[in-house]
Structures are given as structure tokens and as C-alpha cells.
């Protein structure tokens, strides 16, 4: 299995701030990395796909980057909307896995 | 607007089966897979397995032998089965469409669509 680990686990932010998140896979995942936004009672919602590509909707703040092994999630201007836990998921392979979480919380 | 929403019981006694269905409207299933994610209350997702219209399915090795999906495309629904489960199946069970993205020259797997999850409880 790919195991995926995501960096920091929890991070506190202020409205406006610049937030990245890692996630660093056990073995390359190509492009094969997507990110997801979680809101506590709420389904994830597919944020990036394919390392970079923004899902329909998704505003432009959001932005994916890396190749191989090691990943970004940016958020460049943190709204009040944004504050949730990210988790990236890799499809290279089955199983398909998630990391960890990032929880981004309010400072 | 294609929405998904799981049905099951929310309690099942330990050593017994738990089974969801997913029901799909607002588009047809073919061309996707579905799949069945689980959260552990303070946990993160862990991918269950998944299914193909054909009936095709891929399981996640550490449930691989107590876990059984099926899809009827007439219905619109897929099911998950667990067996023997215990206090380490509580979760919130979702179920998630899998929709291919062509970027370039190449197609990549999201789950664009989910249900807002139920809860089982795995307790005597």
C-alpha cells in the first residue's frame, strides 16, 4: 500500500494568510494526487485532481503542485469558508489511500 | 444535480453484518465506479473498496475478506456488506462516486460526489 503522510496535522491560521500543506507519499504516486476539503457533518468535496487541476467550482485561491513522491496543497488568501481538514488521496494505486488530515483552524 | 445518499441500519451487534445501500439520483451509474469510505469518529478516511458498473469490484486488503459490494443499475444502488464486525467498524460510512478527469493527455480518478454519510455503531 502507498502510504501517504501529510504535514503539519494542525495548523492556526488568520483570514488572509498563505497555508501549504504537504503530503508525502511511501513511493511515487506520478500525478496521481488528489485533494480533498472536509467540513465536520458535512461530505468531502474534491478540491484538485491530478496534482493540479482545479475541480469545477473550486475558487482560485486553491492551488496543487508537485510530482512524484511529494505534493503542495496552497491556499493563498484564507477565507473563513476555508477553515476544515484537507486530506490529499492517492489513486495510483489499490488501495487507494488518504493521508492523514490537515486540520486548519482559526487562529 | 446527482446526489447519494446511504441507508442501513445505525446499529449492529458485534460478530454480526452490516449492511449499507447507497441509493443514486439524478444521473445514471454507468461509466463510474462507486465506492464505500469510512471515518472513524477523531480519525481520518479510509477507503473501503469499490465497484464498477460491469460488476467489477477492488477491495481494500485490510477488510478484503470480510467485505462484499454489489451494484443492481436498474435500482440505481450499491451495496456494502461487512461481516463479523466489531467495535473497530464504528464509523460514518460514505459512499462516493468516482468520475475520470481528462487533464492533458491523461484521465484521473476523483470522488466528485459523496453522501453526507451515516453512522454505525458497532455495540451489543
Known amino acids: 500500500d502507498i502510504q501517504l503522510t501529510q504535514s503539519p496535522s494542525s495548523l492556526s491560521a488568520s483570514v488572509g494568510d498563505r497555508v501549504t500543506i504537504t503530503c508525502r507519499a511511501s513511493?511515487?504516486?506520478?500525478?496521481?494526487l488528489n485533494w480533498y476539503q472536509h467540513k465536520a457533518g458535512k461530505a468531502p468535496k474534491l478540491l484538485i485532481y491530478?496534482?493540479?487541476n482545479l475541480q469545477i467550482g473550486v475558487p482560485s485561491r486553491f492551488s496543487g503542485s508537485g510530482s512524484g513522491t511529494d505534493f503542495t496543497l496552497t491556499i493563498s488568501g484564507l477565507q473563513p469558508e476555508d477553515f476544515a481538514t484537507y486530506y490529499c488521496?492517492?489513486?495510483?494505486?489499490?488501495?487507494?489511500?488518504f493521508g492523514g488530515g490537515t486540520r486548519v483552524e482559526i487562529k | 444535480q446527482v446526489q447519494l445518499q446511504e441507508s442501513g441500519p445505525g446499529l449492529v451487534k458485534p460478530s454480526e453484518t452490516l449492511s449499507l445501500t447507497c441509493t443514486v439520483s439524478?444521473?445514471?451509474?454507468?461509466?463510474?465506479?462507486w465506492n464505500w469510505i469510512r471515518q472513524p469518529a477523531g480519525k481520518g478516511l479510509e477507503w473501503i473498496g469499490r465497484?464498477?458498473?460491469?460488476?467489477?469490484?477492488n477491495y481494500n486488503p485490510s477488510l478484503k475478506s470480510r467485505v462484499t459490494m454489489s451494484i443492481d443499475t436498474s435500482k440505481n444502488q450499491f451495496s456494502l456488506t461487512v461481516n463479523s464486525v466489531t467495535a473497530a467498524d464504528t464509523a460514518v460510512y460514505y459512499c462516493?462516486?468516482?468520475?475520470?478527469?481528462?487533464?492533458?493527455?491523461?484521465?484521473?480518478?476523483?470522488?466528485?460526489?459523496w453522501g453526507h454519510g451515516t453512522t454505525v455503531t458497532v455495540s451489543s
Open positions: 462516493a462516486r468516482s468520475q475520470g478527469f481528462r487533464a492533458a493527455a491523461t484521465v484521473y480518478y476523483g470522488m466528485d460526489v
Open positions: 439524478g444521473d445514471s451509474m454507468t461509466v463510474y465506479y
Open positions: 465497484i464498477y458498473t460491469s460488476g467489477t469490484t
Open positions: 513511493q511515487t504516486t506520478s500525478s496521481y
Open positions: 491530478g496534482v493540479s
Open positions: 488521496q492517492q489513486t495510483y494505486n489499490v488501495p487507494l489511500t
